[in-house]
């Protein structure tokens, strides 16, 4: 199990860094991620590289055991580059030109900024290639940045050639007879900038796929770079995750050899543990296309804090174990942390460490060495990766940034949200379920929700109903399919590329306000609701007016179910459980989840309520070496790991 | 009756478009808006037109009897244009250099602007000028766009010295002795940009004064242009309602042949109609001094939407025929919608339409058909075009912009705001007003109501005081009168213009906070409340401190009301009602408008309530070809229209 | 006394201005300030003055015994000097290049400014240098523009050499290995400009003491041109206050010979009054440092308005007067208005005056009247300066700034309110406290009250440390001493630099969400709370899980106390007033306040409330003339000043 997080030894004199490799020593850590804001002090000038601090710091780690994941510190160039590019200094819609003084302030479209990365991402793969103490490349961090200017203009007409291949097919993609705005040349093509009224959606959609692919192509020249210099070293960056990243995870996963996330819940209480397993099991559905799977790994996560609503929560005692080891029990190989020690200064001064302001001598720290122990105690649930799950939620990030443009129905349209609402049923009902991003390989699964899936292509939905027909069971939600990938409107009725698998035609939609509230047959539901016509399907709950609201259409040997309003949580859940089948029966606020590896299995359980619980388990439970026959009792707050 | 819409065939294959034809035949529209936003299609290249295919769209329309209102397309200049001329893009206050990429987007007063706009209504006037589809001509779409470049900077100056003539005159009227603003040279006048704190108000006005006439001045090049080649075909534009929208209607009714509107109500409950009866006798008001007089057009509406509060409301189920009518009632020549057929793709995809993405086997088309049929059966009432109104309110959009400034006594001032509660307390009354936008041939009414007409002209102060001695029932709300025309305070007292006519000084303001409410002798206001000397006036109402609330002057023949704090609705209601005489006695939510044609009238009948209601009316109704004797049984939600 | 307040003749013709003179001798007004926003008029074009009119104004106030405090224009430069050095405009952290339009529209650091500003100020000095009006010079107004552009960052880097000597020492006070900002060259230095992500704080801080040094300069570089011209006569300029200001008045308090301050309270209640007396004691803490110690001047402040909330809230009758002499009592020279007259026009056209738009036939230009009789029957309490102060409030303009920035622990920190709740807790005691913006001479003082003083030096540490040990009482809140002045966290346990002398260690912060409230032993607090380490110190009222939440530690003579969290209002009044021993015992609402002139004194009581009240005190009342024995019976909302 991996343990440990970014360590910034450039921050700190030789002392302190001393005291850090005894303090590592004595938590048990052994990964550090290191150099990740390193740059200004790896190459204080261009091309001048003083690798010498760096070499004591691995050389150190080397020694007391502790493995590095060695990042390329090119999210933050140093001062000096700013200065000599401005033009690779990145612009915003409304067409202000950013300045140094954080970090993520590059234009990835720049040639000065992608030839400078990598000639500091070469000399440290060429310096380290060797080195003991390498097992990860971390590239960049936190790939994110959007830029506006007239080299991403370029770049953004030349991926839009690639993708579209003529300006016919563009302005067919883009149905731009609307407003006027056919294209006759390339050159008039313009990153979507600050306009006078609504934007066309269909180029702020293809806006965000471009960024998230020009990222991608920086990632990749560094990878090239790293691999070629050490082919037996995984390479990863860490994704970030958020509804404002304007990077699409999935087609990323495939280009890394270990997915590895950062998250921070947002939450004070228990919506923290639903936030991290919507977290976990999207990375995991996410690693399903990389090198690495299934493994996948928490990179990420603050060990004492979690922000919230404009002010720091501190995490109670305990917490941080037990929410290490769930994230283990949906997948992770291990519990990584930001980060090691608390600065003194920067603008991130008071955010929470493993070695905090106050010093050893501190709760999180003793917590840090107590997770530790327990991390070993558990080392050899390592080897299960499986999680299992058959039933899967879909989270399409084109389909959430379609759903982010003005003008539609709904201003409260939030695909993201959406898919962590099903999520949430699920986890309540303790079903572990993947999150996935790409509608592939669905026969893993036996059940698929899809939370207004606005976007689907014809071959999307076409694998949807094979996957139906061959026995699978769909739930698709409002507004699923409503568009083709480009944006448009599959006419006819909604939801266009559906209709004919879910049995059903959609005459109006009939968004509803915020106070507003829909009663069906049995349940409610708020913010939408339609006119629906049965065409095969049959209404298993109606509306108050008679209209079917919830519709099963029997295909072949499957179901395909639709659901037209926004369920109250609690009929969403008994909908989903019942089409499921099944439920875990624990507690709320329990959770119990199983590693696999073969024949053998761990399960791991937490139990985030404030009550003591006895939960079914018979084994061996990892953390305190006790058997256990048919029940455990776990006491409020805390975990178990019982080998089977 | 006019009956029909917007209509983009631009967007659609020719298949589609021949099914359009078909449709618009058994919905029995009689007049298609044609090409407002398909320039890049006329015009693919500069100078280069392309008419093949709007021939064959007006060619197929004239075969079926449908008259074209033919736009010309320069609200939305197509992407070589923007590419070509960057300086015609517009600029914010704060500098920004907006892009292409939505419509609307461009600068007024760039020379490179209005040359393309000539050249393309020129092309299409010559090209269509003999079409026997032709029959309206339809100038830009909803002017409305601001700029604050250099180009809009030095037409603002000329504006500025055929406005003041001296830069004596204009630093009086800008009171630029206040702040060290003194301009010694015209070439330091700029238009109002992001400043340090405060700009000077008179300035503001003044610009937005300037952005309503230069835009004036590029309609009415086009509308010479138009003229020149078809001296017999009406030329106007669609005014666009909103209280961001700088233009003055009121200066360009004149202007025009035939006021037109698009109105899209807000408020999903009965609060739109009352939204709509403001807007249509807006329109009629404005008609007054149009050569069309006194007919106006309704030339958009949405057809099964309101948006409202972030999301689209449906309309209910006869509320878009119920609506016409009552446009129609108002004054209307006919029902225009925005849009025929609901967009594939584009910034407002989901925007209503005739014909809705679920295509014409739908409730919204079914009711497209009967509104048709509906329209025929009443086309006898199109003679009848004066509707009886002897009040008005006044709603002045200088004084409403001038009490946007920051700085004055309240935050919370609104004009249109004062305006429209003005009008809903008339409406709830039964009686039917002008809105009026200019102190004109005020002999037409016995009362007129000035809701905060905070600008007020020696001339126009003078008129009103010569009508009210003639036997005008004149009511003035706090704030009338306050300032000249330039938005100074006249001194000694308020509301200085209409002190003498009042017969009341006031003191001093006291603006209320949002939770405070003050109390009458009878009633209760809230917002503003103020100090008020009799002097020569009676107090009606009293605060509880004993000083006049609400005064009556008795000036020759007439009476000058003065109305100093925020009434409360019912209030208002009752003042109005009293002073005006006389009400309809109709059930709240139950409008009767009559239109005339000399001696022949027509009798609206509108119940946009939930319940069956009787009305006194005797005729014939059109609608159903029943007589009618006395009281009519009005269903909910229904409407009738009687030939008396 | 001083009485009168800022005086515009420049806006108005030649008969108003004889009316003013006579309207001011009727009021009894001995001061004027004028030419504060004169420049366009004195300096027409550049370098040709026009001094006749101001000759006229001066001559006819000298006539009539009326002093001057005339200004230097400076702060709103005319058109003409925008157009011909737009590089000498304000440019925003985005960019924006702000236009003429406004006031204090100028770049501080632009060479064309500072010596256009120094060309009108020598002129004004050789004018006026012999005048008999001119009583005090008023430099400037309001100073506190900020300005982003590249003369500044010229001027910022001049700055930063001088404070912190070499590349290195900044790049150690920044902590600028935090995310890759080491810089190796000044040239890379930029001010705070929009940038990606978080800005680093420390560059921030920075640059707000540089800009309030950058103005301070040339504030100074005026001074000396007017000291040279006229040695005798007082120089000051106007200190505004708001939590926006980026001005550091107690640096500035040094450098002007008397201290003046505007202020306008922000809420229409009682709050006002204590809103006015922190102001009052802030200046009184501010001018022990100035060259007029002990008095200042309340040198603006509105007649007849409180803005409150979006709107105008009129003060009412007595208002005027109770809250001028509330200012006197509390150490002003005198009572200052914005301003004589109402203007016309210009942005602030509805701000308050003694003669209003309303005309000396007012309640308010009465009251005026009124006011100039009484501050004439205590003319003799100008002799007492000495206000009884032997209780500090600190607030600390740069902890303030350095607590503004993102990603502390919680976004409601805001140190300006800590201190204000403060001096309301010792205000609401009947307890006069200094407001002192530097931790100097601290012996004056035996109670001094840090709240959140989160910057503190290592010299600022041991001065408080050797004040308690000579028999101070300190009280510390919460994040006071967390960090050094460069806003590095001192490491080891909170709060850093005052541990040892609190006798605690505080482990971990634990922010409150806004609806989280923490029992103690006794009362309850809010915002804040702590896990608190004795170590030494005693708890006097603990958290319910045992925690010390507020605690005293007993060092030499005196008493270092901390309080971890935010104490209710209640509480912390108790508190306070218990540390600070005694009370005043009079009604909620009644101030008692002393001015003393060695033996002599005078008590000023001023009755803020509704009810009328019998208060302890005996002499001559001068309002009244009448003799006051063990008690007078102050009415509701007046005043009396007893001479003892």
Redesign the interface.
Known sequence: MLYGGDY?P??WPDQVQLQDVELMRRARVNLATVGV?????LE??PGRFEFGWLDTVLDRLAAQGISVALAT?TA?????F??AHPEAL?V?A????????????YCVSAPAYRSAALRIATALAERYRDHPALALWHVHNEYG?TCHCDLTAEAFRRWLRERHGSLEALNDA????????????W????P????????????VLDFRRFTSDELLAAYREQREVLKAATPGVPVTTNFVLGGWVPVDHARWAREVDLVAIDHYPSD?GLEAEVEAAFAADRARGWARHSPGAPAWLLMETAP?LIY???????KEPGRMARQSLAAIARGSSGALFFQWR??????????SALV????PD???FREAVALGEQLERIAEAAEGVVVEANVAVSCDEPSAWALQ????????LDHHDEARRAHRALWRRGIVADVIGTLERLSAYRMIVLPGHFLLSDAQAGGLGDWVAAGGRLVAGFLSGVADE????R????PGALRELLGV??????????EERVTLTSGTGDLWSE?VHLEGAEAVLSYLDGGPAVTRHKVGRGEAWYVSTRLDEPDLEKLLGEIAGGAAGLPPGVEAVRRRAGERSWLFLLNHTADDHDVPATGLDLLTGRRVNGSLGLRAGSAAVVRE
């Open positions: 910034n450039e921050q804001f390193a740059w200004s002090r204080p000038a510190p933050s160039p140093p001062p000096w700013s200065l990145p915003t409304d067409g202000v030109r950013l300045s140094h003084g954080s970090r993520d302030t940045t883009w149905t731009t007879t609307f407003w006027s705005q056919e294209y006759s040349d050159a008039q093509i313009r979507p900038r600050a306009t006078q009224y609504l934007p066309n959606p269909a180029q004070p004492n919230t609503g404009g002010r720091m929560h501190t608390a600065p003194r200064g920067g603008a991130e001064l008071f955010h905090p302001h106050a010093g501190s709760r999180v443009a003005p003008g539609l129905p709904s201003d409260r480009h944006g448009r409107v006419l006819g009725g909604y035609r959609v005459e109006e939609f009939h968004p509803l306000g915020p006119t």
